[in-house]
């Protein structure tokens, strides 16, 4: 087990959560755009946040408020090896949340050593209790039929896959969409499923990577690509997010650009990989030109067959990264 921890470890440690500290720039990033897809104009003004975490089956849930809609989308939410405080990614639970969905974040890993063949399971678990939860509070956004995806970073994002391939094995819902960031399993292969070759043909997938992923790379993200046949190549895009010096603080293209630190939604929880998010993460151009904007419109294309040519297909809506401040464009994103 110990050997696994540091197997583990030195795959997902510290990176599951980090990006490079701010420097003092001359040419700036861009800001989050006013509207749109990763934009900050938001259907509700508060969240709701209910903490369930008691172990490998625990949860938190976050719902919109400001106006509190009757019903709503659900995103299920699966963090990096060992990010179980959801601090790390709290800028895009925001993002989703104030846009008009309820997130579900599953812990799936009591202490870093808790074994990856049992993530799925217990995430399944989690949603379960979850939904649960949702449904013994009418007061609350009920989830909106037909209306579920996952989205999940680096070991979460397999844990992901494995829910989205076999829900009705879990006991849970029928993935629409699936975001998936720097998948990967490391050392420990045990967590991934021995095949996706019979994931949904209903499914729309994106498998985004970074260009200077040392930690995950693309492996999985390349074994998810070929070997799901059924969902056509208009419905999946393996998408390569570039790196550009251009202007400071750069923009950087390592594992754990997902991360979105933002303390509203800290636990408490601390451990090795916990910590790093605090001290090295930030909410920059890369999460609203590409995190949060894929998510956003890849949920708009599944939900409401809307945004989808800025979801899918390589097109210049989808490549497009935004502008440096002095009018240079951002390196598109690639798509294979």
């Given at each position: 087990m110990r050997l696994l921890f540091l197997l583990l470890a030195t795959l997902f440690s510290q990176t599951a959560c980090?990006?490079?500290a701010p420097e003092v720039p001359s040419v700036k990033q861009p800001a989050q755009p006013a509207e749109g897809y990763g934009g900050a104009a938001y259907t509700n003004n508060d969240i709701g946040k209910v903490n369930f975490d008691d172990g490998n089956t625990g949860f938190w849930l976050y719902y919109p408020m400001n106006p509190i809609p009757k019903e709503a989308p659900v995103i299920v939410f699966n963090h990096g090896y060992g990010a179980w405080n959801p601090a790390c990614y709290g800028g895009w639970i925001r993002h989703l949340v104030r846009r008009g969905n309820i997130v579900i974040f599953p812990r799936y890993q009591a202490t870093l050593v808790t074994t990856p063949a049992i993530y799925t399971s217990n995430?399944?678990?989690?949603?379960?209790?979850?939904?649960?939860t949702i449904a013994?509070?009418?007061?609350?956004?009920?989830?909106?039929?037909g209306k579920y995806a996952y989205v999940g970073h680096s070991y979460?994002?397999?844990v992901s896959a494995n829910l989205a391939l076999t829900p009705a094995a879990y006991g849970i819902s029928a993935a629409k969409a699936l975001i998936?960031?720097?998948?990967?399993?490391?050392?420990a292969p045990q967590g991934a499923a021995a095949s996706y070759r019979n994931m949904s043909a209903k499914i729309k997938m994106?498998?985004?990577t970074e260009e200077d992923d040392n930690r995950a790379g693309t492996t999985f993200s390349d074994l998810l690509y070929t070997t799901t046949p059924y969902i056509t190549a208009s419905n999946k895009n393996f998408i390569i997010h570039q790196a550009d010096n251009h202007g400071a603080p750069v923009i950087s293209a390592n594992h754990g650009?997902?991360?979105?630190?933002?303390m509203w939604f800290d636990s408490g929880e601390r451990n090795t990989v916990i910590s790093a998010s605090f001290t090295g993460t930030r909410t920059d151009a890369t999460d609203y030109y590409y995190y949060w904007k894929l998510?956003?419109?890849?949920?708009?294309?599944?939900?409401?067959?809307?945004?989808c040519d800025t979801a899918l297909g390589n097109t210049t809506a989808q490549q497009y990264t935004g502008h440096w401040s002095d009018g240079q464009a951002v390196k598109p994103l690639l798509v294979k």
């Open positions: 980090n990006k490079p995430a399944a678990t989690a949603i379960s209790r979850a939904l649960k013994d509070n009418p007061s609350w956004p009920q989830p909106a039929k979460g994002a397999v998936l960031a720097c998948p990967g399993t490391g050392n994106l498998l985004l650009e997902a991360a979105s630190t933002d998510t956003d419109a890849l949920l708009d294309c599944a939900f409401y067959q809307k945004g």
